[in-house]
């Protein structure tokens, strides 16, 4: 009995989780301005753990350059509307793990899916975590084990984090401005071993640096939160490190003592930061992007008003039709690494479940903060969609992508066609069972406009 009762209460939360929701709680009638709160963690791992993001790494890590961190930036409006920004230096988290959380932070603190973003660095030298991308790294039980732990102590931390920001929330003001960097390149349309003597690089790109500053009431910064499109892989050994965006994070908290610096991705799947590979290099970058937000830092920002809308929604995504049985299994006996292990992974899914999956509940987020618009979509986006949602929505948007559930790469309707690895290959690397449908960048920037009304924002392009 006791039994039903809690289970239908979990039920009807659970429910409760997956509506929208764009008010939430008893407004205060004293209250007239933005609170913020932040809490950061350390997240490096105690032991050796195989590093995220490439096939080709042979054995778990080897120390440490710098250290990772989870951050956490609540925010409550004139109203008592709160929202938690999450960013950590990690590759993505995958939808298990990023159910959990989201649940937990729901339970502990009331807070909706529109209400939280989870957003990831895409570090590649971070720790694998529990579920993600698994076909790829030959872990044998006794490395998953500690995949296992890990995981499951990063999950807890993040909860607790947001607790304490939460509890931590004091006056505040918030300013918002774009900036801009240039060291991302389109790594589809530019050749990485030509750089030196190419004298014009091939786009598209989008060189936003969104930056968001929270100053306490006297005008001193509390926190800085900033974004890049750039796959953050300058970095490829075996030491924990945030690498581009690692660095930069650093380099701020070291220009304003005292401050959090929290670095969101944006929608740069198709963007590498070229040349790469050396850490002078990633330190570099991280250089030019710090120097990016702290001009934007130094000049006039946009004060934003205390108010907080937010609307969140998962569109169901599809795929094309699946290898058949037999080419599995040719698959499986003819090709080695990922590829077979990927293969064999399908087949005993089919065997199991009698089918493979044939769609995707693609998560879809929209903020606003004052007039602040911000944006977020789960996987790896093309920039693409930074630029379309752009044209849809206005220049001075934020786009975050890595964000809530890191299920595959994300490409545009020009990349599904071409294939390649981020319309094609990495779909395999993920363990999804075949390529997204065309019509899938269609249905998110679709899903974009309905989500955005939810949250008052208007489109600029009818
Ligand atoms: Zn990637």
Known sequence: MKRSILFSFFYSFLILLLLDTSVYGNLPEDAKGWKAGLARAIITPAEPIWLAGYASRE?????????????????????????VLITTDLLGFPEKMSDRIR???????????????????HTHTGPVLMDALFDIYPLDKKEVEVVRTYSDNLEKKIVT????????????????????????????????????????LKGPNDYSVPVLKVTDVSGKIMAVAFGYACHATVLSFYKFSGDYPGFAQIELEKMYPGITAMFFQGAGADQNPLPRRTVPLALQYGRELAAAVDRILNENMIELDPSISTAYSEVKLTFSTPPTIDELKKIEKESTGYQQSWARHQLETLGKNGSLITSY???????????????????EPVVEYAID??????????????????????????????????????????????????????????????????????????
Request: aromatic content about 8%.
């Open 59 to 83: 054995h778990p890590s080897e120390g440490t350059l710098v250290d990772l961190w989870a951050k956490v930036l609540a925010l409550e409006d004139a109203k008592g509307k709160k929202v």
């Open 103 to 121: 649940n937990q932070i729901a339970i502990k603190y009331g807070l909706m899916r529109s209400q939280i973003i989870l957003s990831s660095s």
């Open 161 to 200: 984090l947001t607790g304490e920001a939460i509890r931590s929330m004091a006056a505040a003001r918030l300013y918002s401005q774009n900036g801009l960097t240039r060291f991302q390149v389109n790594r589809r349309n530019n050749i990485d071993s030509t750089l030196t003597s190419t004298t014009e």
């Open 361 to 379: 509940p693609y998560p879809v987020e929209v903020w606003k903060l004052g007039d602040q618009v911000i944006m977020t979509l789960g996987g």
């Open 389 to 462: 949602l752009k044209k849809l929505f206005g220049p001075g948007i934020f786009v975050i992508g890595y964000s809530n559930d890191v299920m595959g790469y994300i490409p545009s309707e020009s990349i599904l066609k071409e294939g390649g690895y981020e319309g094609l290959s990495s779909q395999m690397v993920y363990g999804l069972p075949a390529k997204w449908n065309s019509d899938t960048p269609e249905k998110i920037l679709k899903e974009f406009e309905k989500v955005a009304e939810k949250a008052g924002v208007n489109k600029v392009l009818k």
